[in-house]
């Protein structure tokens, strides 16, 4: 029995690579033991000579771009994941607004598939507006677009918003994680972890009066919670973020909601709450 082989093997591995990137494949095993912090530690004291500049297609949001961007380091650092949040805190305690902000989350060396994603998406609409909303992390079509809330969840918000007499213009969107997770998968509790620094920061320098928390991950990392997010809805939180204070709603998350419209009546009623408390 002979093996058959592609007509261009070429093509095929770098189909294989692509598939690989799709679902987080970011690092190759093999028999032996390797001691990766070690790794990383040997790679983060070595000189680095000649650095590349940041690369073009980590653009930040033109509303918000960082003045300039340091070059990055050419493997990022491993950390562990307490050490990673430690290092969160404290870049995220460094910005006084939000355009350092965004530059201090681009250049994060410990942030989850950063190097796997094709675009920054910081946020979107108004920055400083009284409504703020805070999704999980951009979808395959932001990733394809570089528009960060272009896609059919960004939609069905942007008729939510519309609802209670809000849009763009009057609100401001963000998201937990820039970088789309691999395969659009959920954010794991530690990748949550390490970007909730950067989300708290980013509520207390964009001052909201009333926060929308769409899905697991932002309403995890903003109320610092395990509860289901069943037990979650349908009440008002007050959140402190420094020397701000906010009140936060939560929902399902928008991709939850279009596969399944019976949630739709119960994020009315919870829109309509936040909705009086922006008026109060």
Do not use: C
């Amino acid at each position: 029995m002979r093996a058959e082989f592609p007509e261009n093997p070429a093509s095929a591995l770098l189909a294989l690579l692509d598939w690989y990137a799709a679902v987080g494949v970011d690092l190759a095993l093999d028999d032996a033991p390797h001691d990766r912090y070690a790794d990383s530690a040997r790679v983060a004291s070595a000189p680095v000579v000649g650095a590349p500049a940041a690369p073009a297609r980590r653009e930040p949001p033109p509303a918000i771009a960082p003045e300039t961007q340091a070059a990055r380091p050419r493997v990022a650092a491993i950390a562990a994941p307490d050490e990673a949040v430690r290092a969160a805190e404290a870049a995220a305690a460094s910005a006084n607004n939000l355009q350092d902000l965004a530059a201090a989350l681009a250049e994060f060396p410990h942030a989850p598939f950063r190097d796997m994603a094709q675009h920054f998406l910081f946020g979107a609409g108004a920055p400083g507006a009284r409504l703020m909303v805070l999704d999980a992390a951009p979808g395959a079509t932001e990733e394809s677009t570089g528009e960060a809330f272009s896609g059919l969840q960004a939609k069905l918000l942007d008729n939510m918003l519309a609802a209670i007499g809000h849009n763009r213009e009057s609100a401001y969107l963000a998201y937990v994680s820039p970088w789309r997770p691999p395969g659009d998968r959920n954010l794991t509790p530690p990748e949550a972890a390490t970007f909730a620094p950067f989300a708290r920061r980013h509520l207390e320098l964009a001052r909201p009066e009333v926060l929308l928390l769409f899905g697991d991950a932002p309403a995890r990392v903003m109320l610092a919670t395990t509860e289901p997010l069943a037990k979650l809805r349908g009440k008002p939180f007050d959140i402190a973020s420094g020397a701000h204070m906010a009140r936060a709603f939560v929902f399902s998350g928008l991709d939850s909601m279009l596969k399944s419209p019976a949630l739709k009546p119960a994020a009315w009623r919870d829109l309509r709450a936040a909705a009086g408390s922006l008026r109060a």
